[in-house]
């Protein structure tokens, strides 16, 4: 009688390492999401609502400029299979970026405290928010290589406990001190040396990054690089405009209690987002393949998958919200948000086509039809740009409300209809290469 054949010991590590990349993603995703809202509650609880809107802004404002940052390279770099560029010129690209997010979300901040008007404590607090996302910016860049690399457990790992560590600090801080502006630095400095000490551990333990950071004519590599990927940048900052020029409307025309009021029901609309993310993020990696090696059929079906995945997920997170949205926020925020249900509900499902805008979003970009993203953004950015203040003008916040919803159904049918577009160019390509 024959033996079986035993499971290799590499097979049971990439097994292992494959699940641990499951649940510490799960983790990460969960703390990055939700660091906005624990953050926000905490402020809520201690000081006022005047301070929680100026909270909201900040963080608003950071996160559009973190899209400069981050410049849409990650999904590009972990569906880089054949290794098209070395670490060094995506270290190199993404320290070009860092600053560029720097220098113009300043210049950004100094314009709106000019024509806004915005006292010194609201402008400090927003310069030093763009730090704290500065720091997150550039740390992606190494744990885009451990992903693109197969270990996609590690960077979730580090960046979990470094959420942790960092989100107790600041409640500490908040609790302590009663100043948001304090606490958000005293934070960052911490964030900025957990960082450090972070990728020191990983490359001594994991030898992770695989590359050197610095080689020669990485920089023109990096330039080279960061114009590949610049419909990728210009169709995430858009896409985080478009979702956030709302509150951009009512920071112009309303007070920071409106803003407060606006941000508590608007925190839970990435939650759609977020559980989706969990399930598409870790088969990023598999999906380019599939197209890579021309499985575009598979390709379909699976991405299919995940389209139907987000529109399970929005009508159960839309029913969650209109029974349960109301009572949790009141007690999260400490605020009375019953005449808001309807819309919550209506910025519930814009986050579901938010997330289906952003699936589409990585999807073009594996199929390297990103450069397809760029009208559709332009042309909707243009709409909130011109839209969104005469609506909270006329309706405040539920005004807000519906202009958010109708721009992001407009922005993912368009995506839809394009990704459909270059999926069926991708198959009649495989076919006449045959």
């Excluded at 169709?235 to 920071?256: C, E, H, Q, R, T």
């Excluded at 949790?328 to 986050?351: E, Q």
């Excluded at 958010?404 to 999926?423: D, E, K, N, R």
């Amino acid at each position: 009688m024959s033996k079986a054949i035993p499971t290799s010991s590499a097979d049971n590590q990439a097994t292992s390492i494959e699940r641990a990349a499951y649940i510490w993603n799960t983790a990460s995703g969960l703390l990055n999401a939700f660091q906005s809202v624990i953050m926000l509650t905490v402020l809520t609880h201690v000081c006022d609502v005047t301070t929680a809107g100026i909270f909201t802004i900040a963080y608003a404002n950071a996160n559009l400029f973190l899209n400069l940052g981050k410049y849409g390279v990650r999904n590009f770099q972990v569906s880089d299979v054949n290794e098209k560029y070395a670490f060094a010129p995506y270290h190199a690209s993404r320290v070009m970026s860092v600053l560029a997010m720097l220098i113009c979300g300043a210049a950004w901040t100094f314009c709106s405290a000019f024509t806004i008007g915005y006292s010194l404590d609201k402008t400090l607090v927003i310069l030093m928010m763009l730090i704290f996302k500065a720091i997150d910016a550039y740390e992606d860049v190494f744990h885009g290589n451990y992903q693109q690399h197969g270990r996609l457990d590690v960077g979730a790992k580090v960046l979990t406990f470094r959420m942790v560590t960092m989100i107790l600090l600041y409640a500490g801080l908040i609790i302590a001190t009663h100043s948001l502006l304090t606490a958000l630095t005293i934070t960052t400095v911490f964030t900025g040396l957990f960082f450090i000490c972070e990728t020191v551990w990983v490359k001594r333990t994991f030898g992770l990054p695989i590359g050197s950071i610095c080689l020669p004519g990485a920089g023109k590599q990096a330039l080279s690089l960061l114009k590949e990927c610049f419909p990728v940048f210009l169709a995430s900052f858009l896409l985080f405009y478009i979702g956030n020029a709302p509150k951009y409307a009512i920071d112009a025309v309303m007070d920071d209690a409106a803003q407060a009021y606006y941000g508590y029901i608007a925190m839970p609309v990435f939650v759609v987002g977020l559980l989706a993310t969990f399930i598409y993020n870790p088969i990023i990696a598999s999906l380019s393949e599939d197209w890579a090696e021309g499985r575009s059929q598979k390709f379909a079906k699976r991405f299919a998958l995940q389209v139907l995945v987000i529109i399970g997920l929005t009508i159960a997170c839309v029913i969650a919200g209109w029974f349960l949205g109301v009572p949790v926020l009141d007690v999260l925020y400490n605020a009375d948000l019953a005449p808001y249900r309807i819309d919550l509900a209506v910025l519930l499902v814009g986050g579901g086509f938010l997330a289906a805008a952003t699936l589409f979003t990585t999807g073009l970009t594996i199929i390297r039809w990103q450069n397809k993203l760029i009208p559709g953004y332009v042309v909707v950015s243009i709409a909130a740009l011109l839209l969104c203040r005469p609506a909270v003008q006329n309706a405040g916040i539920d005004g807000a409300a519906w202009i958010y919803l109708a721009l992001m159904a407009v922005l993912t049918i368009w995506f839809g209809v394009v990704f459909a577009l270059g999926i069926r160019a991708g198959k009649q390509t495989s076919i006449d290469s045959k």
